[in-house]
């Protein structure tokens, strides 16, 4: 039985963790406009100098802060729900790895509290390894968002970035890709397990471009940590939300979880249900500067049998039915 102080403690973690998530950068960012029609205008001033001077930093691998990668409230985050972190196979950090997290779900917080922070002990469980976790690239660039994810060693998801951190001359570099995005939010829905894989085939060419092994990771439950409100795929809510991914790269779901102060009201703490992120078996890949489509293709259908296989071997000790499947799209 947790104590009352740790109960506290860890729903004050993930609740943070959503603020920062959903709000950091609308509030930053109009914080920063009102400032410059006050007395404080200065403050703005100096931050636009330094976004121009750091402009190029979530293209060079991120900035790391040690000290925040490693702070107790992600401990008390993991232990949350719990988060728990399987390896499967040994990663040795004599070469560098594409890890593809599946799935999305809505604020990602298996491959976050995994990868970018030490809440698992992933460090401890992969020695030698250097993880960087890839998110949308929009965020890196709002003020609030940006100083938040760059501190935990997270860069952009785009192409120049990815290429810069496996071309690192020192090895055992790990980039973390959820390929599914803010498509794979819209099927965020407890108890299922849709990802948006068939036609995403950028991690592949990455990967074969380095020569760097593919590894599928599959974090069971992150889809059951909030009610998302689903729209028939014909409907003008449906269409609205496609539109708004189109234009802005992300998707404005409904959700909800439990209240601050009481798990039978509705509000923005997730539901304290296990998250089970499992690492699976590398795969090698071969380099090739200039993939062609066949390879492409070759590997790509390999990385979806993996994961497959993967999911099938752990879906009932992590509490899913023999029947359930995967789902691609």
């Known amino acids: 039985m947790k104590t009352l102080k740790k109960q506290w403690l860890e729903v004050l973690s993930i609740y943070h963790y959503v603020l920062c998530f959903v709000f950091l950068g609308?509030?930053?960012s109009l914080l920063g406009v009102f400032l410059l029609f006050t007395s404080l205008w200065y403050f703005s001033l100096l931050y636009l100098v330094w976004l121009f001077l750091d402009w190029d930093t979530p293209q060079r691998g991120g900035r790391r802060?040690?000290?925040l990668k490693n702070c107790t409230v992600w401990k008390h985050l993991s232990n949350y729900f719990p988060i728990k972190l399987v390896k499967t196979a040994e990663l040795p950090p004599d070469r560098n790895y594409v890890l593809v997290s599946?799935?999305?779900?809505i604020i990602a917080i298996g491959s976050f509290c995994n990868f970018a922070t030490e809440g698992t002990g992933s460090s401890?469980?992969?020695p030698g390894l250097r993880f960087s976790l890839a998110v949308l690239n929009g965020l890196l660039y709002t003020p609030g968002h940006r100083e938040y994810f760059l501190s935990c060693g997270v860069c952009s998801v785009n192409r120049q970035s990815l290429d810069f951190v496996l071309s690192e001359p020192q090895l055992g570099r790990a980039v973390v890709i959820v390929v599914g995005g803010a498509n794979e939010a819209l099927y965020a829905v407890p108890g299922e397990n849709c990802l948006t894989l068939r036609n995403r085939k950028g991690f592949v060419r990455l990967a074969l471009r380095h020569g760097a092994s593919l590894v599928p990771v599959y974090s069971f439950g992150e889809n059951d940590i909030f009610r998302v409100k689903v729209f028939a795929p014909d409907s003008w809510q449906r269409?609205?939300?496609v539109t708004i991914?189109?234009?802005l790269s992300f998707s404005p779901c409904i959700f909800w979880g439990r209240g601050l102060f009481s798990a039978k009201s509705w509000g923005l703490v997730p539901l304290a249900?296990?998250?089970?992120?499992?690492?699976?078996r590398p795969i090698p890949v071969p380099q090739c500067p200039q993939p062609t489509e066949e390879q492409v293709d070759h590997y790509h259908t390999l990385y979806m049998k993996a994961l497959e296989q993967l999911f099938e071997e752990h879906k009932e000790s992590c509490?899913?039915?023999a029947s359930t499947r995967l789902t691609f799209i």
């Open 239 to 241: 269409l609205f939300q």
């Open 319 to 321: 509490g899913l039915p």
């Open 65 to 67: 802060c040690q000290w």
């Open 124 to 126: 401890q469980q992969f």
């Open 245 to 247: 991914k189109k234009l």
């Open 102 to 105: 599946h799935p999305h779900g």
């Open 273 to 280: 249900r296990p998250i089970t992120t499992v690492v699976g």
């Open 26 to 28: 609308p509030v930053f």
